[in-house]
């Protein structure tokens, strides 16, 4: 049964193949693309989608500039260079 099943696609898949080739040029770039965008379609109803992402709020932006600023005072200034703490290399205990 199998065999039988998987004979006759290949044999739809070769005719399938064999009328393409018949088809003058433009019309073989029509039929591509109308499979494509039929692929397409067919594709995305099995992919997996997840919600879409919500946009940023200003309270999302607030928090963001707040982490910025506490940043920025851990850090040292050096005139106008700034040098953050975690960039210091631990003293050796020697």
């Not at 707040?66 to 106008?80: L, T, V």
Request: proline share 10%.
């Amino acid at each position: 049964m199998i065999e039988k099943l998987f004979a006759a696609v290949v044999l739809a898949a070769c005719v399938a193949a064999l009328l393409r080739m018949a088809l003058k040029p433009h019309q073989q770039q029509r039929l591509d693309a109308a499979l494509r965008r039929a692929w397409a379609r067919c594709a995305g109803v099995f992919r997996r989608r997840g919600p879409p992402p919500r946009p940023p709020t200003q309270q999302d932006a607030a928090k963001v500039a707040e982490e910025a600023i506490r940043r920025a005072r851990e850090g040292q200034w050096e005139g106008n260079v700034y040098r953050p703490r975690s960039f210091r290399r631990p003293k050796k205990p020697h």
